[in-house]
């Protein structure tokens, strides 16, 4: 039994790779930093003065968030290294691809 | 006869164990120290935003492009999307605490919140289908005393036409069998097109993730989710926070960049 424990405990660590995570209070926070930023977001959309200005602030915010939940649900801030190296290079050459697919059809040029 | 069954279960036993200890608890050495599987997923991951993004794209590069009706300034709902976003949002949570659940060894608290998640990541997918419905079914009406002061957008001047002698109000545009003409599908326009792709993607992404989740929260039932599994759990949370953020970025671009009334006329 004290054996199965140990294995249990031992085959548990083997699996994290990662040392702390936040706790559920944390994980709420996040989540009213999220909804607030939305709310914000929707906010924002009225304020038709803002004219092409809304493009930067709408993308800060986007990326706020998305940084939020990569960062802490899904534990990236915690985890190895590796992981990041993996996601941000995919999400980098995504990015990268519709910077380039934008120029290719020419989305910058003014019509 | 019953001591070789014996010995026959038990040898099942022990081979049991070793492929639950392989591919189980995923105590296995790698040349990283870390978890295969969970590198996999990351990868995945990785590779799934180049979809996306190659998707957002053309949905960027055709934007403004169709030559027909309707244009996402007749048909998005701010209000209603965003309440949609913001279920997606507080699935996250709810699945964060599903993994936090499991990883203190609660079963109970796991279920919880695994199934709030399910129900509202089933509740986006609802908005999802209601929205694609309303597209598809779009009507036009307005009365023909505003055409040409500005009060109609250019899909609704586009049927002018239809306001003849005698014609006052103009409810809804049908051929010969009934059928409407003036909703949106995938063939209708360009903007159709792309958006019903993107969206689409992103919707099947999601109803594979509420499989995901049931699948785990009916597994549990029969001692397939525990803490020392607790790498299960984690795998659907991160695909489950994926299409979070993939919606997080749809949001954004498509439809509040996609219907600001700020913009200048170009």
């Given amino acids: 039994m004290a054996q199965n424990e140990d294995m249990s405990t031992e085959t548990h660590l083997g699996s994290e790779n990662h040392s702390d995570h936040p706790t559920p209070l944390t994980y709420f926070k996040v989540a009213m930093i999220l909804s607030i930023i939305t709310a914000i977001e929707v906010g924002i959309f009225y304020v038709e003065d803002l004219s092409y200005g809304i493009i930067p602030i709408l993308t800060i915010l986007s990326v706020m968030k998305f940084a939020l939940v990569i960062m802490f649900y899904m534990h990236l801030r915690y985890d190895n290294r590796l992981f990041s190296t993996l996601f941000l290079t995919g999400l980098a050459l995504a990015f990268l691809v519709v910077i380039a697919l934008l120029a290719l059809f020419q989305f910058f040029t003014p019509s | ?266």
């Avoid at chain 2, 069954?5 to 070793?18: D, F, M, P, S």
């Avoid at chain 2, 591919?23 to 590198?39: A, I, S, V």
């Avoid at chain 2, 180049?50 to 590069?61: E, N, P, Q």
Wanted: proline share 2%; hydrophobic share 45%; net charge negative.
């Fill in chain 2, 1 to 266: 006869m019953i001591q070789m069954k014996a010995k026959v279960i038990k040898g099942a036993r022990i081979l049991q164990e070793a492929v639950t200890t392989q591919h189980g608890t995923d105590h296995e050495y790698t040349t990283t120290g870390l978890n295969h599987r969970k590198l996999l997923m990351w990868a995945f991951l990785g590779s799934d935003c180049m979809f996306f993004g190659s998707l957002i794209a053309t949905y960027m590069v055709y934007y403004g492009k169709s030559k027909v009706g309707p244009f996402p300034e007749d048909l998005f709902s701010i209000p209603i999307t965003s309440v949609s976003t913001f279920v997606l949002l507080m699935s996250s949570m709810s699945m964060v605490l599903a993994y936090a659940a499991i990883r203190k060894g609660s079963l109970k608290g796991f279920r919880v919140w695994i199934l709030s998640t399910a129900l509202m990541g089933m509740t986006f997918l609802a908005f999802q289908v209601f929205e694609f419905y309303e597209f598809a079914n779009h009507e036009v009406h307005f009365d023909c005393s505003q055409v040409g002061t500005g009060n109609l957008s250019a899909f609704e001047e586009s049927f002018q036409n239809e306001c003849i002698e005698g014609v006052t109000t103009v409810d809804g545009i049908h051929d010969s069998d009934g059928n409407n003409l003036t909703g949106l599908t995938p063939k209708t326009n360009l903007f159709g097109t792309t958006f019903f792709t993107l969206t689409g993607f992103h919707g099947a992404h999601v109803t594979l993730g509420v499989i995901w989740l049931l699948s785990l929260f009916f597994y549990s039932f029969r001692g397939g989710v525990t803490r020392e599994r607790d790498l299960d759990v984690d795998l659907a949370a991160l695909y489950w926070h994926f299409v979070d953020i993939v919606w997080i970025v749809i949001f954004t671009v498509v439809y509040l960049f996609g219907v600001f009334p700020g913009f200048p006329e170009s």
